[in-house]
């Protein structure tokens, strides 16, 4: 098995001009931490019952008689 090499200078650029990280701040990034930050194998799941009741909780729909309904 032979190691892939990694594209330097399109990971910098990725890094510095698309992240707009400092040199310092990009060097201290491991490959797989810029990938992450880049979006790469970052799939997002669908919102399961438990997220959404979540989210029901946090923001309730307004009730008639609250001070807000019809409001834009």
Same mark, same amino acid.
């Given at each position: 098995?032979?190691?892939? !090499? *990694?594209?330097?200078?399109? %990971?910098? !650029?990725?890094?510095? *001009?698309?992240? !707009?990280? #400092?040199?310092?701040?990009?060097?201290? *990034?491991?490959?797989?931490? *810029?990938?992450? %930050?880049?979006?790469?194998?970052?799939?997002?799941?669908? %919102?399961? !019952?438990?997220?959404?009741?979540?989210? %029901?909780?946090?923001?309730?729909?307004?009730?008639?008689?609250?001070? #807000? +309904?019809?409001? +834009?």
């Amino acid at each position: 098995m032979t190691a892939r !090499r *990694l594209d330097w200078p399109a %990971m910098m !650029r990725a890094g510095m *001009l698309g992240l !707009r990280l #400092d040199p310092a701040a990009f060097w201290r *990034l491991t490959p797989a931490e *810029l990938r992450l %930050m880049l979006g790469h194998g970052a799939q997002a799941s669908p %919102m399961g !019952r438990a997220g959404l009741d979540a989210l %029901m909780a946090a923001y309730p729909d307004l009730q008639e008689g609250d001070p #807000d +309904v019809g409001e +834009v």
